[in-house]
């Protein structure tokens, strides 16, 4: 390592799941990318729930933990911020990152609309600050090589595809009422949680989407109210029963700029589906095929036969995204956490250069721009066109 990176002190707002995420992406930089440009110095965290910010604070090494996240912008020695607090504390805390001329990371889907999201959007323009969203899927190494592969045209023109975000995080039915499953607190429900991440890669890998028509439920309509303190997916049984209020389904048909058309499913109440995230694409002369849950593994058929055209398996390896950062060759597996290991470095790098680099809060506008007219399409049964 050189002695001439850039410091760039960072704090956390919100140790939840995402919250000790971002913490242990920012302590892993250095060793996967010793060349910088930036050194990132953890300095300060922020939970609202007592002690929680000081155990992380002595776990990550953190020299200041406050429940009040104002201190963490009062701070002037603190240059960035992640924002991993629940969404509806994105607008407020996002944009108040940025007026205090802070770089701000903040969490997918930034906001419970696409208001909030352009509200953060132009703080980030008005202070001349980068910001970085939590797309993370985007930087799998698999996916940057399915990249590649649609846009030189290995498959031919994209004809139609198929993205699907499955989990059963919501599946039982004694899981807490929490923020997550509130209108005012967690927004439009799966739309947001997992929808956003399938809108963005199907635009990163295939473009704009032009118009689109969707349908939506909630499957489990009642939920206990959680006892005390709340982090991830916990359950609680026995106390007063609420009213879920927002989507645990999305399924939406979107015919994208390309011409192309595409299936996008998300469920949080899938029994049997872990994590179970990814796509199909097919095109005129081939089809891609990636699952998540086999990160480094991308089915590929490429060819010249059209029909019987068999498909293979390629393991990524250095050479595809930022693979090299973490493995020396082909087929070693990666994980969740090294996702958001490149995200930080893109967002640190992005601090020191000036140019935004990877998903940004214009990433998010999109998104939730999408997600609204997905809840317009519901509310009057009927195709909706998207904005540019
Ligand atoms: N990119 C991804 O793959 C991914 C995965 C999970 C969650 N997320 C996003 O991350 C965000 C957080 O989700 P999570 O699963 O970590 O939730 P979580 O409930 O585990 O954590 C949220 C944390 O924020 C804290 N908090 C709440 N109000 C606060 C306040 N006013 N000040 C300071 N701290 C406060 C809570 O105490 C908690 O520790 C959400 O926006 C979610 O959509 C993204």
Redesign the pocket.
């Known amino acids: 390592m050189t002695n001439d990176l850039q410091p760039v002190r960072v704090a956390v ?7 000790r995420v971002h913490a242990q992406a920012y302590v892993r930089v250095p060793h996967h990318y010793p060349e910088g440009p930036a050194l990132p110095e953890l300095v300060a965290v ?4 007592p002690g ?1 910010a000081e155990t992380f604070a002595a776990r990550f090494g953190a020299r200041t933990a406050a429940t009040d ?1 104002r201190a963490v912008l009062d701070d002037p020695s603190v240059d960035a911020v992640s924002v ?4 509806f ?2 607008r407020e805390i996002g944009s108040a990152v940025l007026d205090a001329g802070k770089h701000l990371w903040i ?3 930034v906001g419970l609309t696409e208001a909030d999201a352009v509200a953060v959007a132009e703080a980030a323009a008005r202070n001349d600050r980068r910001t970085a969203v ?1 797309f ?1 899927y985007r930087n799998a190494p698999a996916v940057q090589a399915a990249r590649a592969l649609v846009a030189d045209g290995r498959i031919g023109d994209v004809t139609h595809a198929r993205f699907r975000f499955f989990s059963d995080y919501a599946a039982h039915p004694d899981g807490a009422l ?2 997550r499953y509130r209108a005012d607190r967690g927004g439009n429900g799966v739309l ?2 997992l929808g956003s ?1 399938g809108v963005d890669l199907i635009r990163y890998l295939l473009g704009d989407i032009d118009s689109l028509v969707a349908d939506t439920a909630i499957f489990i309509p009642e939920r206990s109210e959680p006892a005390g ?4 997916h916990q359950l609680a049984t026995g106390g007063r029963r609420g009213a879920v209020e927002n989507d645990d389904f999305l399924s939406a048909q979107l015919r994208l700029a390309s011409g192309a058309r595409c299936v996008l499913e998300a469920s949080r109440v899938a029994v049997g589906e872990q994590n179970s995230y990814g796509f199909e694409i097919h095109g005129t002369e081939g089809m891609l095929r990636w699952d998540y849950r086999r990160m480094g593994e991308l089915e590929t058929s490429l060819g010249e036969s059209y029909q019987d055209q068999p498909s293979t398996t390629l393991f990524v390896g250095p050479g595809s995204g930022d693979y090299a950062a973490f493995q020396p060759g082909a087929a070693n597996p990666m994980g969740y956490d090294d996702l958001k290991v490149i995200e930080a470095q893109h967002f640190l790098r992005s601090i020191v250069t000036g140019e935004p680099e990877g998903a940004t809060v214009a990433d998010a506008v999109f998104s939730a721009r999408a997600l609204d007219a997905m809840t317009t399409s519901v509310a009057d049964g009927r195709w909706v066109p998207l904005r540019s």
């Open positions: 707002i919100g140790m939840g799941w995402m919250g922020a939970d609202d729930v929680r996240w991993t607090v629940p969404n504390l994105h969490e997918k889907p939590g993370n929490t923020w947001g949680d991440h303190a709340t982090s991830g």
